[in-house]
């Protein structure tokens, strides 16, 4: 029991950590659209454009990926409360938790290698 409380803490701060990261990249991506839509207005042609209509709807992408991993984060702290602690600690929590660390991992590769691209178009347009 005092094994499973321990996973079971590791994995409550494993989930407050993501939702404060995902949350800054929320907001992130709503400064990245503000400055998408600065670019947007100053008209310098289809040489701006045609990657400024690509990163907005990449940011849409992230926003609504972002959300997803939010909700499941949710999902799974409820597990967590409702958690059983004779069960088995082997058994269905310790399988979502792979699960949604491999997705948070891939999350963050992705964010940032959007980010990276976003970051030069910027430094181009801006």
Not at 8 to 16: A, G, I
Not at 18 to 28: G, I, M, S, V
Not at 67 to 86: F, G, P, Q, T, V
Request: aromatic share 10%; glycine share 2%.
């Amino acid at each position: 029991m005092i094994t499973k409380a321990n996973y079971l803490s590791d994995l409550r701060f494993n989930l407050e950590t993501w939702k404060r990261e995902l949350r800054f990249h929320l907001n992130e991506m709503d400064t990245f659209e503000e400055k998408l839509e600065e670019i947007a207005g100053r008209e310098f042609g289809k040489r701006a454009t045609i990657p400024l209509e690509n990163f907005q709807n990449r940011v849409m992408i992230e926003k609504d990926a972002i959300s997803k991993l939010l909700h499941r984060c949710r999902n799974k702290m409820a597990n967590i409360n409702n958690a059983d602690y004779n069960e088995n600690i082997d058994g269905r929590l310790q399988n979502e938790q792979h699960t949604l660390k491999d997705d948070m991992r891939t999350y963050i590769r992705l964010h940032y290698d959007l980010k990276e691209e976003m970051m030069d178009y910027f430094r181009e347009w801006l």
